[in-house]
Nanobody, 122 residues
Framework: QVQLVESGGGLVQPGGSLRLSCAAS????????MGWYRQAPGKQRELVAS???????NYADSVKGRFTISTDNAKNTVYLQMNSLKSEDTAVYYC????????????????WGQGTQVTVSS
C-alpha cells in the first residue's frame, strides 16, 4: 500500500507562481515514475509532467518552459514548480505514483493522491 499526500494548491493571480508537493509513503518500489496530472471542469484528466527514478522528465506541451518537476528521493517527495501561471492552468492537480519490481514487467502499483485545487484568477 502507498499513500500520497499533496499540498501547495491555492488561488494565485495570472503570472504568479505556486509549488505543489506530494509526499509518498508506504511500500514504494525502487523502479517508479511519479507524475502530476490535472483535471479541469468538464475536461479529461491530463498528464502535466512526470519524472522517473533516474530523473528523466516529460512535460505536456502546454506547460513546457513554465513548470518544473523535481524529486527529493530521500524524502520520497515530488514537487511541481509552476511559474507564469495562466487562467487555463486552473484545475485540480493530482499526484500519481507508478511502481514495479522488474523493469520488463507491467506497473504493479498505480496510486493517486486526493487532489489539490489550483485556481488562477485575478
Amino acid at each position: 500500500q502507498v499513500q500520497l499526500v499533496e499540498s501547495g494548491g491555492g488561488l494565485v493571480q495570472p503570472g504568479g507562481s505556486l509549488r505543489l508537493s506530494c509526499a509518498a509513503s508506504g511500500s514504494i518500489f525502487s523502479l517508479n515514475v511519479m507524475g502530476w496530472y490535472r483535471q479541469a471542469p468538464g475536461k479529461q484528466r491530463e498528464l502535466v509532467a512526470s519524472i522517473t527514478v533516474v530523473g528523466s522528465t516529460n512535460y505536456a506541451d502546454s506547460v513546457k518552459g513554465r513548470f518544473t518537476i523535481s524529486t527529493d528521493n530521500a524524502k520520497n517527495t515530488v514537487y511541481l514548480q509552476m511559474n507564469s501561471l495562466k487562467s487555463e492552468d486552473t484545475a485540480v492537480y493530482y499526484c500519481n505514483y507508478k511502481g514495479k519490481r522488474v523493469a520488463a514487467s507491467p506497473w504493479q502499483h498505480d496510486y493517486w493522491g486526493q487532489g489539490t485545487q489550483v485556481t488562477v484568477s485575478s
